[in-house]
């Protein structure tokens, strides 16, 4: 069982909002900025969210980060058909001296 | 613009070491404070973080792979490399390498992944 957790699948309807969530502990989330991943099928991990609600460049502001205690979230607003992908949260873990992925969320958009 | 390749030999037999490399194009990989990190995914199931290696040559392992793990640089090929131990079956995944950004972010030490490569199959079998 992964130290951070997220739920296996979520779904919406395009046009709807959707969240996201990924919880921890005081060793991880409560502790270090955490990062989002979207994974499309058949395609490499891209970086959505970084230091809790910071996008990188070229990143739509449909997506967006949150956190709180031991608690994060990413929301999809909008959303639209190709955003049906795999979406991993990840966090430094000071208990294990390294990264811990969640076990990723599998968003369909129906 | 920065790119990551892997390289590897797709497919490996039991008990034997297996060896990846991933190239970096579009920076030197040793400009920059950067670590060169190393994730893989076994079929049906979530990533994991196999390690990393900072551009002057600090690594640090998932403790759970630590024995078998070591990671390299290569900086006169702008390369760096993934050498897993003893593997089994249970190695078998896609294979990614990544670029880290590390720092400090109100306080709290940071760490994310901001370019992939597009990942490698391993098969472990005899």
């Known amino acids: 069982q992964s130290v951070v957790t997220q739920p296996p699948s979520a779904s919406e309807t395009p046009g709807q909002r959707v969240t996201i969530s990924c919880s921890g502990s005081?060793?991880?989330?409560?502790?270090?900025?955490i990062s989002w991943y979207q994974r499309l099928p058949g395609a490499a991990p891209k970086l959505l969210i970084y230091?809790?609600?910071q996008r990188p460049s070229g990143v739509p502001d449909r997506f967006s980060g949150s956190k709180s205690d031991t608690a994060a979230s990413l929301a999809i607003s909008g959303l639209q058909s190709e955003d049906e992908a795999d979406y991993f949260c990840?966090?430094?873990?000071?208990?294990?001296?390294?990264?811990?992925f969640g076990g990723g969320t599998k968003l369909s958009v129906l | 613009q920065v790119q990551l390749q892997e390289s590897g030999p797709g497919l490996v037999k039991p008990s034997q070491t297996l060896s990846l490399t991933c190239t970096v194009s579009?920076?030197?990989?040793?400009?920059?404070?950067?670590?060169w990190s190393w994730i893989r995914q076994p079929a049906g199931r979530g990533l994991e973080w196999i390690g990393r290696?900072?551009?002057?040559?600090?690594?640090n392992y998932n403790s759970s792979l630590k024995s078998r793990v070591a990671i390299s640089l290569d900086t006169s090929n702008n390369q760096f490399s993934l050498n897993l131990s003893s593997v089994t079956a249970a190695d078998t995944a896609v294979y990614y390498c990544?670029?880290?950004?590390?720092?400090?972010?109100?306080?709290?030490?940071?760490?994310?992944?901001?370019?992939w490569g597009k990942g490698t199959t391993i098969t472990v079998s005899s």
């Open positions: 990840a966090v430094w873990d000071d208990s294990l001296k390294g990264v811990v």
């Open positions: 005081n060793f991880n989330i409560q502790t270090t900025p």
């Open positions: 230091n809790n609600n």
């Open positions: 579009g920076d030197s990989i040793s400009s920059g404070y950067y670590y």
């Open positions: 290696i900072f551009t002057y040559g600090t690594t």
């Open positions: 990544a670029r880290g950004n590390s720092g400090y972010h109100y306080g709290y030490s940071y760490f994310y992944m901001d370019v």
